[in-house]
T-cell receptor, first 110, second 113 residues
């Protein structure tokens, strides 16, 4: 196992399109987090799963955002009807004690 | 409200010099505190993790301190190198609730020759 994997690493899309990001956590990590990070800022919490249960959602996560972790393993983050303000790095992290981050998925909305 | 404040916001130092980054937190109940290094365009990488009972922890040229009474932590970088240029993020874990991690905004360090 090589760590937390995110796909795609980069995504450029036109405003109004839908995008989906995938996160594969480290095996047997029960906790999975999604964060959004803009340039020069620290990561902002979006949502958190313990196994397959989504335990917390930030108010930053508007109705256009949805996250799933169907079998308690990988997770997806979908953004519908993207807006230019959605342009950011989307970070996934997993933990079973120690917290490990993926390399992020950078979204650019034109 | 649980918060993590980092200072300075940014810092420029000459290669070879030492520097210290600060992290103050108002998180309760406290579980642990982590320092991460984040290179531009990359995910954060863990440097240290400290629990309530630990005062100092080193990782190579990085030394973290924790004062749980004053709720302050510092990250000291010795003999800085150009590759130390990055953002350094302080993260505090809350020992309850469903949002267990509180992030600081980070300190942007630039090491110049």
């Amino acid at each position: 196992d090589t760590g937390v994997s995110q796909d795609p690493r980069h995504k450029i899309t036109k405003r109004g399109q839908n995008v989906t990001f995938r996160c594969d956590p480290i095996s047997e990590h029960n906790r999975l987090y999604w964060y959004r990070q803009t340039l020069g800022q620290g990561p902002e919490f979006l949502t958190y799963f313990q196994n397959e249960a989504q335990l917390e959602k930030s108010r930053l996560l508007s109705d256009r955002f949805s996250a799933e972790r169907p079998k308690g393993s990988f997770s997806t983050l979908e953004i519908q009807r993207t807006e230019q303000g959605d342009s950011a790095m989307y970070l996934c992290a997993s933990s079973f004690g120690e917290l490990f981050f993926g390399e992020g998925s950078r979204l650019t909305v034109l | 409200k649980n918060q993590v404040e980092q200072s300075p916001q940014s810092l420029i130092i000459l290669e070879g010099k030492n520097c210290t980054l600060q992290c103050n937190y108002t998180v309760s109940p406290f579980s642990n505190l982590r320092w991460y290094k984040q290179d531009t365009g990359r995910g954060p990488v863990s440097l240290t993790i400290m629990t309530f009972s630990e005062n100092t922890k080193s990782n190579g040229r990085y030394t973290a301190t924790l004062d749980a009474d004053t709720k302050q932590s510092s990250l000291h970088i010795t003999a800085s190198q150009l590759s130390d240029s990055a953002s350094y993020i302080c993260v505090v874990t809350v020992n309850s609730g469903n949002t267990p991690l509180v992030f600081g905004k980070g300190t942007r360090l630039s090491v110049i020759a």
